[in-house]
């Protein structure tokens, strides 16, 4: 199946400071992918869509300038969480939909995650 | 705007009892998908359901679209230790709009 990969998978870091999470695609085309944010026993939060070669939708209520999302190719998008801040430590997951995917062409495959501790 | 609503929250059950998990959506989706996410993993595609009424069937996983497309359920027969994990049912809205609206999940345990 398509496997979807994620780095790092841990990360600590210092309050004030950003973090750049990347999220790839290995073997398919993803047109777009998906970020989300997950508390602990939590559901998962769509933070926003992230399209190939355009701007990010994002939630209400999401920032757009502290969560940076840049999706340069088809099989890489990248988070970047800018001044981080102790409340900004959560689970972070991407998702990507495979382009070319037939009947089940909405289907999401997700990274492993990115577990950011912000101290 | 569009929710899905997901119960229960949480369910225990013995070892080889069965399991359900509902979801109920405020308007018609297009599609059903159903994901299972194992303790400290990530979410797993199970199934979608596209047809009104539709009934598929993994092995002891029952999973239902209502005639009306809004509304759906997971039934597990017969629980495993293996089953344990979050269910999270989520609607893709009708038309060109294919983003997901996720319910809270339901989170199974399964004493042995």
């Known amino acids: 199946g398509a496997v979807v990969s994620q780095h790092p998978s841990r990360v600590i870091c210092k309050s004030g400071t950003s973090v750049k999470i990347e999220c790839r695609s290995l073997?398919?085309?993803?047109?777009?992918m998906f970020w989300y944010r997950q508390f602990p026993k939590k559901s998962l939060m769509l933070m926003a869509t992230?399209?190939?070669?355009?701007?990010?939708?994002?939630e209400q209520g999401v920032e757009k300038d502290k969560f940076l999302i840049n999706h340069a190719s088809l099989t890489l998008s990248t988070l970047t969480v800018t001044s981080a801040h102790p409340e900004d430590s959560s689970f972070y997951i991407c998702s990507a939909r495979d382009y070319w995917g037939g009947s089940s062409y909405n289907e999401q495959f997700f990274g492993p995650g990115t577990r950011l501790t912000v101290l | 705007g569009q929710q899905v609503m997901q119960i229960p929250q949480y369910q225990h059950v013995q070892e080889g009892e069965d399991f359900t998990t509902y979801c109920n959506s405020s308007t018609t989706l297009s599609n059903i998908q159903w994901y299972k996410q194992r303790p400290g993993g990530h979410p797993v595609f199970l199934i979608q359901?596209?047809?009104s009424g539709e009934v598929k069937k993994q092995k002891r996983l029952t999973f239902q679209f209502g005639e009306a497309k809004k509304n759906s359920s997971l039934h597990i027969t017969a629980t495993q230790t293996t089953d344990v994990g979050t269910y999270f049912c989520a609607g893709s809205g009708a038309g060109n709009n294919r983003k997901l609206i996720w319910g809270l999940g339901t989170s199974l345990a399964v004493n042995p």
């Open positions: 992230s399209n190939e070669g355009s701007k990010a939708t994002y």
């Open positions: 359901l596209v047809k």
């Open positions: 073997d398919f085309q993803a047109t777009t």
